[in-house]
């Protein structure tokens, strides 16, 4: 699997430039605008599934393992019994880096909690 984190999206009346795709308005601006996401992505190569989790927060570690323990949750028990460990694909970014302590501790949590083996894969290494 892979995860990764993207820029952070504004909310609101706002899109390229104030012009959209249909009949739709937009604000010339996004000036004043408070509601910003950061959407974080995790892809199961070995099913295709694509899973989005959108976070209010900062870009973290937190909010990475977070998204991680709510896709092993929505699991079927079934798949989980049946993966004998994690292999994540991640980006080596400043906030899933190998160095970065809490998202090893969290890591670690996470591994323990669903009792299997995790295997980070950085790229580039």
């Not at 004043?32 to 973290?60: A, M, N, W």
């Not at 980006?91 to 009792?115: C, K, W, Y």
Request: net charge negative; aromatic share 8%; glycine share 10%.
């Amino acid at each position: 699997m892979s995860i990764d984190c993207k820029a952070t999206v504004a909310l609101g009346a706002v899109s390229r430039g104030g012009r959209t795709r249909g009949d739709y308005q937009a604000c010339d601006h996004d000036l004043g605008l408070k509601e910003k996401y950061i959407p974080g992505g995790i892809v199961e190569e070995d099913r295709g599934q694509l899973h989005i989790t959108f976070g209010s927060s900062s870009k973290t570690s937190d909010f990475i393992v977070d998204a991680l323990e709510a896709w092993w949750a929505a699991l079927e028990e079934t798949a989980q019994v049946a993966m004998a460990r994690l292999q994540i694909k991640m980006d080596n970014g400043p906030e899933s880096s190998g160095i970065r302590t809490q998202f090893l501790h969290r890591m670690v949590q996470f591994a323990d909690q669903i009792g299997k083996p995790s295997h980070l894969l950085y790229y580039p290494p």
